[in-house]
């Protein structure tokens, strides 16, 4: 049995090695050097376009748990990475020319992986995994279009505004409420007095926002303007939009604030939450500083950042499985960031987990269910169930896994005792992922 593997990112190399590693042959196609897109340079797989950072290397960051699980597990990008890694602190940071080198040498020395240089135009017959990155061919986009059969379910722009877990928020500045006391307190309420908003609006009208790259449309701020540029048209106008306190008294006053930021439930735990109407371009170090002028939100821990910029991305949760199949059509998976999955470590772990299910597939074994527990089996879910509003791309973070359901004092104490759950839990089922 053969599988094509459409994409040489780090998702499609990751996901061609273990469907070879387990005995499955694979046809690898990536259209570089033939063709490539803006963001990247060289004819090497596994290419890093934007850092040469992996992030966080610590147990008490969750994409430190990640990497450790995909080290557990036999990654190749792992593996990789720690080969060509080079010091930076607590951050697992690589020289990207050797990473991407040697990534590439060994995916096109496997004797299972056939490499061709192509550019995909349509979904070929057998199985089929779809790794080809959030700047996806227009060809190959029309393709997807098609198979899917509605608009709806492929996105090409990625307006997201920042998310926050519940338990950073002060509650002792904030309150549930809906606007007028009309149906359930489904908000939690962050109200500013004039002084405050006034700071605050001075820092957001005044902060450094990201640069847009030649391959990032400018209009996808028509359909969804950023906070910063709605800021800029006066220093009332947000009061008059997302920031509008009528109807909203603080309890412990009696009276409505002066400006008032929501935050809506993202997940169903109720551990994440989304500012509403905050979609943003700024750069994310300025993102923390300004939002967390928010009095609420002082020691707010942020754990997706807002962002507006060109990424295809599938509305996973309506199409696919936790395996990273296609519903309708169970020899079609995907891997990588068009899932729905942030960043390069969790494209990566998307790639190893739709390689081996498919491996296992192919082999007639029952799938892994890996656990919610597990940032491998956390990240999966997040895919295919998504969250309370409507699906945007995430990096994998604590608030996606289920709670201790005690208290442990101090964060960095209660996320090392999460990732140590997490190993625990992955090392009960490792010798079964490794098969």
């Known amino acids: 049995m053969r599988v094509t593997v459409i994409g040489a990112g780090l998702a499609g190399s990751e996901c061609a090695w273990q469907l070879a590693e387990r005995g499955i042959e694979v046809t690898l196609i990536e259209m570089k050097p033939l063709r490539r897109t803006p963001a990247h340079?060289?004819?090497?797989?596994?290419?890093?376009?934007?850092?040469?950072?992996?992030?966080?290397?610590?147990?008490?960051?969750?994409?430190?748990?990640?990497?450790?699980?995909?080290?557990?597990?036999?990654s190749l990008i792992l593996a990789c990475a720690d080969a060509t890694r080079v010091e930076?602190?607590?951050?697992?940071?690589?020289?990207?020319?050797?990473?991407?080198?040697?990534?590439?040498?060994?995916?096109?020395?496997?004797?299972?992986?056939?490499?061709?240089?192509?550019?995909?135009?349509?979904?070929?017959?057998?199985?089929?995994?779809?790794?080809?990155?959030?700047?996806?061919?227009?060809?190959?986009?029309?393709?997807?279009?098609?198979?899917?059969?509605?608009?709806?379910?492929?996105?090409?722009?990625?307006?997201?505004?920042?998310?926050?877990?519940?338990?950073?928020?002060?509650?002792?500045?904030?309150?549930?409420?809906?606007?007028?006391?009309?149906?359930?307190?489904?908000?939690?309420?962050?109200?500013?007095?004039?002084?405050?908003?006034?700071?605050?609006w001075q820092a957001l009208t005044t902060a450094e926002e990201a640069e847009v790259h030649g391959f990032e449309d400018k209009k996808v701020f028509e359909g969804c303007m950023p906070v910063e540029v709605m800021a800029r048209r006066g220093k009332d106008t947000l009061c008059y939009g997302p920031l509008k306190p009528r109807g909203l008294k603080d309890p412990k006053t009696g009276k409505e604030p002066f400006a008032v930021v929501q935050l809506r439930q993202d997940n169903a735990e109720g551990t994440v939450y989304n500012l509403v109407g905050f979609q943003t371009h700024l750069k994310f170090p300025e993102q923390k500083r300004v939002f967390s002028m928010i009095p609420a939100l002082h020691n707010a821990e942020f754990l997706r950042y807002g962002v507006m910029h060109r990424n295809t991305f599938l509305n996973s949760p309506q199409l696919l499985d936790r395996y990273y199949r296609l519903k309708k059509d169970e020899r079609i998976c995907f891997a990588g960031q068009m899932t729905g999955v942030e960043g390069y470590v969790e494209s990566a772990a998307s790639g190893f987990l739709a390689g081996v299910e498919l491996a296992r597939r192919l082999r007639g074994m029952e799938p892994l269910d890996l656990p919610r527990e597990t940032a491998l089996g956390a990240l999966a879910l997040y895919v295919?169930?998504?969250?309370?509003?409507?699906?945007?791309?995430?990096?994998?973070?604590?608030?996606?896994?289920?709670?201790?359901?005690?208290?442990?004092?101090?964060?960095?104490?209660?996320?090392?005792?999460?990732?140590?759950?997490?190993?625990?839990?992955?090392?009960?089922?490792?010798?079964?992922?490794?098969k």
Not at 389 to 400: D, E
Not at 413 to 430: C, F, G, H, P, Y
């Open 88 to 200: 930076a602190g607590g951050a697992l940071a690589v020289d990207r020319h050797g990473f991407a080198k040697l990534v590439t040498e060994k995916v096109k020395q496997h004797p299972l992986i056939t490499v061709k240089e192509e550019e995909v135009t349509t979904i070929p017959e057998g199985y089929v995994v779809v790794a080809s990155g959030p700047l996806t061919s227009d060809a190959l986009a029309e393709e997807l279009l098609r198979l899917f059969g509605d608009a709806a379910d492929l996105h090409f722009y990625d307006a997201a505004a920042p998310l926050v877990s519940r338990e950073s928020i002060d509650m002792e500045l904030a309150w549930f409420a809906s606007r007028y006391d009309k149906g359930t307190a489904d908000y939690i309420n962050c109200g500013m007095s004039e002084e405050e908003y006034d700071a605050f």
């Open 41 to 74: 340079h060289t004819d090497d797989f596994a290419e890093l376009c934007c850092s040469n950072s992996l992030r966080s290397d610590q147990l008490e960051n969750a994409v430190g748990l990640l990497k450790e699980e995909m080290r557990r597990v036999n």
């Open 384 to 434: 295919a169930e998504g969250g309370c509003t409507a699906f945007q791309p995430m990096n994998i973070n604590f608030g996606i896994m289920p709670p201790l359901g005690y208290r442990v004092k101090g964060k960095r104490n209660k996320n090392a005792v999460l990732s140590q759950r997490s190993l625990e839990l992955l090392e009960q089922i490792r010798e079964e992922i490794l």
